[in-house]
Structure formats: C-alpha cells, structure tokens
C-alpha cells in the first residue's frame, strides 16, 4: 500500500513548523529553507514566514554563527574549515569574516592542544608520525603557517 503525499503547508503551518524547529536549536535561514520548502504550498510563503521570523528575532544567522562557531571550536575545529561550514550553513562572507574577528581565538593555542592530544594517539614507533599528525591537522582546519609552527614545536621542522 502506497503513503500518499502529506498536503502542503499553508503560512500559517509553515510558521508552526519553523518555530517548532527554533525552539530545539538555532538555524540560519537557508538551513529552514531547506528543511521547509519541500513542505511548503509555495515559496512566497516560505520566504514570508523566514522574514516574520527574523524580523521579529526568533531566527538570525549572527546568533546562528555565533553559536556555531563557540560549538565547533571546542571541538578543536580551526578557522579554514569554520568558514568553510559557515559557508555551507548559508552565512554570507562578511558575516563569517566579521563573526570570526569578534571571536578572538587564539588558534596557534588551539591547534597546539589538538596536536597534543593527536600525537599522544599516534604510534611512537610509526614513521610517518610527523605526517599524520601534519594532515590532520590540516584537515581540521589550521591553516599552514599555524601548522608548521606546531610542528616546530613538537621538533618536527627537518621531517
């Protein structure tokens, strides 16, 4: 037996729906967006009730950008990938620039700490220690001046 397709949502159900999501965590807009259209009767509506939203606070991509920010970064995410994420979660660039300045992190202590907790992991024994550590390092996006500072530190820079 084949599930018919639930009917479109009116602007009314629509805002229901997007509040019920606000109310468990913040999104950006384009995250609703995409979460929302395919349930919506059209996208007048849905840019209707995006708009009411953020007019009226309950939804913002700053709030959105910085909460995002604070919670990847404790998880030992660098700046490259951050903007790269913001980016994907639909924030425009100046606002990832102008979030990411007013988070005054220091990400030369940030990636030090990652690589710590990373090289206490790795094989001493293992070879090419150095150069997993170096990958990922890069892949939690440090940039490559920060990196090879670490490296440096850890009296990596003839490997």
Request: glycine share 4%.
């Amino acid at each position: 037996m084949k599930k018919s397709k639930p009917e479109p949502l009116d602007r009314s159900a629509l805002k229901h729906a997007a509040v019920d999501l606000l109310s468990r965590r913040d999104y950006s807009r384009q995250e609703l967006w995409r979460k929302l259209s395919p349930k919506a009767a059209s996208a007048d509506d849905l840019d209707n009730v995006l708009n009411e939203l953020s007019d009226n606070s309950w939804q913002s991509d700053e709030r959105f950008g910085v909460m995002y920010l604070r919670s990847r970064t404790s998880r030992g995410l660098g700046p490259v990938r951050l903007r790269q994420e913001l980016r994907m979660k639909g924030l425009d660039d100046d606002l990832t620039r102008d979030l990411m300045e007013q988070q005054s992190q220091d990400w030369q202590g940030l990636a030090t700490e990652v690589a710590q907790k990373k090289w206490s992991a790795l094989k001493a024994d293992d070879p090419r220690r150095f150069e997993k550590l170096y990958r990922f390092l890069a892949y939690r996006g440090f940039p490559s001046d920060v990196i090879r500072s670490v490296m440096e530190q850890f009296g990596t820079s003839n490997r």
